[in-house]
Every structure is written in structure tokens, then in C-alpha cells.
């Protein structure tokens, strides 16, 4: 699977433009959306092609339909969860797989096009991730891009970029029962979203 440009284009577009509805911290999610420019645009959302979406826009395609699977959960299930919350924890729980943002502003790449054929075409790697980058984990550098920009999170938002891998991961577990409908929805639309990307048959339908 793979995007053509000008789907790239409208889903970045739409993604900004989903970030202008965030009232007095639109300003703070443009910065950050604008400052990133093309390498959001074309930031893959994983490195090979058995995980999902590993593609020039695939983050912000994945980032797209996690959101809408948010908002059908929202309607099947009669949540009342503050819209922005859900634009703002949806578009953003994996934006740190853009890179790190220095304290210059400088960005450095996490993911970078893979050059070796054989990987590509014996293991589906199609990008590298940068062993040169300090470490943190993407869900770090997502909460920290935010900061860097000023984008403030409620405590619940915070809670659904740092969590939305869900339980799988121990260090998760902890949250386990104790998560608001916010939280659980970010978490659940992400691994039906991955899911979709990786099979077709994955298909949500509105209620």
C-alpha cells in the first residue's frame, strides 16, 4: 500500500486543518504542525510492512483514522468526551515518531529511508530508525513536542499519548481499570486503526 501526493497532501491538510479547531491552543498545535512541515507530511507511522502504515504520510493517515474510529466509538457507546480532547490526543499520540526536538528547535529524524535493498525486499524494513538520535521513547517525545510548543494537555490528554499502546506493555498495567473513556478510546481506536492498516477485513462500520 502506498499514498499518491496528493493524498498525502489533503491528509495533511486536513490534519491542520482539524488542528485550528482547538481553540486558544490552536495557535500552540500550528506552531507545532508548521513547524514540522514536510517531515510530518511524510513521516511513516511504523518501519516495516508488517507493522502498518510504513509509508511516505502514513503517520498522519494513521493518525486520521484513529480519530474517526475514536469518534465512532464515541457515538456507538454515547461517550460525551470534549471533542478537542479527542482531535488533540488522536492527531498527536505518535507525533514523536517524527524525531526529537532539540532545545534549538532542530529536529532530528527517528525514522530514515531504508537504503539497503535487501532489508527492504527480504524483511519489508523500509526505514531505519536513528541509532544517532538520543533515546527516548515516541511516546516521550510526543508529550515532549507538545511542551516545546506550548501546547498544554489536561491530565487526561497526557494520559492517552503516554498510554495509547495500551497494556500490552508492563509499564502500562498499572492503568489498567483506571482510565477515563478519553483514554481508553485513544487506546482502543489505535489498535483497530493499526489493525485496519495491516488487514482490510478490519472494517468499522457506523452504527
Not at 11 to 29: I, P, V
Not at 59 to 78: E, F, I, M, Q
Not at 128 to 139: A, I, Q, S, V
Request: aromatic share 8%.
Amino acid at each position: 500500500m502506498s499514498l499518491t501526493p496528493e493524498e498525502i497532501t489533503a491528509n495533511f491538510d486536513k490534519f491542520r486543518s482539524l488542528c485550528e479547531k482547538l481553540g486558544d491552543r490552536s495557535e500552540a498545535a500550528l506552531a507545532l504542525v508548521d513547524h514540522l512541515g514536510e517531515r510530518l507530511a511524510l513521516c511513516p507511522a511504523s518501519s516495516r510492512k508488517e507493522y502498518h502504515n510504513a509509508m511516505a504520510g502514513g503517520l498522519v493517515d494513521h493518525s486520521l483514522r484513529v480519530l474517526s474510529n475514536a469518534l465512532k466509538l464515541c457515538k456507538t457507546y454515547g461517550w460525551d468526551i470534549p471533542r478537542e480532547s479527542l482531535i488533540v490526543s488522536c492527531l498527536l499520540h505518535d507525533i514523536g515518531k517524527c524525531g526529537l526536538i532539540e532545545d534549538d528547535g532542530n529536529v532530528v529524524d527517528y525514522y530514515i529511508p531504508q537504503d539497503s535493498d535487501w532489508h527492504r525486499e527480504k524483511l519489508g524494513e523500509m526505514y531505519k530508525k536513528n541509532k544517532d538520535m538520543p533515546y527516548m521513547t515516541t511516546r516521550d517525545r510526543s508529550i515532549h513536542m507538545c511542551q516545546h510548543f506550548g501546547l498544554q494537555l489536561t491530565k487526561d490528554e497526557y494520559l492517552s499519548i503516554l498510554l495509547n499502546d495500551g497494556f500490552v506493555l508492563e509499564e502500562n498495567r498499572p492503568y489498567c481499570m483506571k482510565i477515563s473513556q478519553l483514554v481508553f478510546a485513544v487506546m482502543t481506536a489505535d489498535y483497530i486503526s493499526s489493525m485496519q492498516e495491516k488487514d482490510g477485513n478490519w472494517v468499522m462500520t457506523n452504527t
